[in-house]
Structure formats: C-alpha cells, structure tokens
C-alpha cells in the first residue's frame, strides 16, 4: 500500500516569514513565437508557493494578471522549474507565497519586472542624515486591493519600510503597521515593483531607508502607495 504525502502545511506571504526563499534556478520564459503573432508585446504576473523543499508544484501556481494567454502559459512553465533554498520561520523550513511579473517585448525579450536577488537582505551601507539627497520614485506600481475585502467593504492602511539600493531597486521591506495581513501583503507585493532614482550623496549614487503609507479605501474600491 503506497504512503500517503503529508499534508500541505500553512503557506505565508514572505512578508511574514523571517527569510525569505533564495533561489537556486530562475530561467526565464520562452518568448511564446508558435502561439502568438511575433512583435506582440504584454506582461504576465505568476503568484506562486515555493514549499518546504523549495520545489514548486503545478497546484501551487496562479497567473494573477495577463496581456495573453500565450504569455501565461510561457510565464507558468518558466517557474514551475525554479528552484530555491525554502523561506523560514521560527527557523523550520515553511511554505511561502512570491510573485513573478514578467514583461514580453515586442523583438521577443523577456525580462522580469523583480530583480533576481528582490527577495534576499541588502546587506551593504545605509546612508542617513541631512546630507542625503531624496530618493524620488520614476515607477509606483498600485496595490491591488483583495477581492474578499473589498467585497466586505474592508479597508484600511498599511506602513512598511524598506531599502532603497543605490541602483533605485526596493529591498528589505518590513512592515512597521497593518490593520489586516491580506491588505499588508498586496501592499508590500506592489511595493517591490517600485523604481527610483536613488538618492545620492555629493553626486554618488547611496543606499537609504524609507517609509510608505499604503491606504485602503472601500469608498472608491482603490488603493494607493505615497512615498513621503
């Protein structure tokens, strides 16, 4: 009689693991050329579970957004092979939920909208004090405000904090307040995809640590981040 697999344990968005998963392999889609008229370009974004193995399983992908059917399949294959050191909590291997925003150009590229390393620790210089020229942001991606919440005339705000690297990439977000887990998750989902150029010291490009409001609201079923 074969074993029965173990049930699947709780999956948590990363923003509430103490490490995130690392990568081990991350090849990119295939420009889907035999499904859809070449030069069409779009995006497709690939929610998904890496497990306490750092495998993923096909019952563990979702393609939240597309431009195209074609790019969907070609974005859900691609990280169905991905590999990855699992996240941790409490420090036991746990599952955990990421996103991977894929853009499809229109001479056949593909790029990710994350950088590779987005979920691992900035661990260089943070620079501080009135000598630092502001980050400003070139790209702010809006949260997508959960279905069930919004339905439920839920909203609220979320506060998180994170690095912005000398090369305008967000990393090391933690969250600061929350009125709702689900609310905090989209925020810091959307929050990754922002751009900046960064700030500077004397001219030279520096690594500084800010925070951002996120507001929920029901009244126009929208939400945004504003970058103080």
């Known amino acids: 009689m074969a074993a029965q697999e173990a049930p699947a344990g709780p999956a948590y968005d990363w923003l509430f693991v103490d490490s995130a998963p690392v990568p081990v392999t991350q090849d990119l889609p295939v420009y889907p050329a035999k499904e859809i008229t070449w030069g ?4 497709a974004t690939v929610a998904f579970v890496v497990n306490e193995r750092g495998e993923i399983g096909m019952a563990d992908i979702l393609v939240t957004e597309t431009t195209d059917q074609a790019f969907s ?5 691609a990280v169905l ?9 409490d420090g036991h291997p746990v599952r955990t939920r990421l ?12 790029r990710p909208l994350l950088a590779p390393d987005a979920y691992n620790p900035y661990t260089g210089e943070i620079s501080r004090g009135k000598d630092v020229q502001s980050a400003k942001p070139l790209f702010q991606a809006r949260p997508d405000f959960p279905s069930r919440l ?35 998750a989209a925020a810091a989902n959307s929050l990754m995809r922002w751009k900046f150029q960064p700030a500077t010291v004397q001219g030279r490009s520096v690594a500084t640590a800010v925070m951002i ?3 929920f609201d029901v009244q126009s079923r ?7």
């Not at 399949?73 to 294959?77: K, Q, R």
């Not at 996103?99 to 593909?110: E, I, Q, Y």
Request: hydrophobic fraction near 40%; aromatic fraction near 6%; avoid cysteine.
């Open 150 to 184: 919004r339905d439920e005339g839920v909203g609220g705000e979320v506060i998180l904090r994170m690095v912005i690297t000398p090369e305008g990439d967000v990393r090391n977000i933690r969250l600061v307040s929350m009125t709702d887990p689900e609310l905090a």
């Open 213 to 215: 409001p996120f507001k």
């Open 73 to 77: 399949n070609a974005a859900a294959e």
């Open 40 to 43: 069409a370009s779009g995006q």
């Open 81 to 89: 092979k991905w590999k990855y050191h699992p996240g941790l909590k």
């Open 99 to 110: 996103l991977a925003p894929f853009a499809f150009d229109a001479n056949g590229r593909v």
């Open 222 to 228: 929208d939400a945004s981040g504003i970058r103080k």
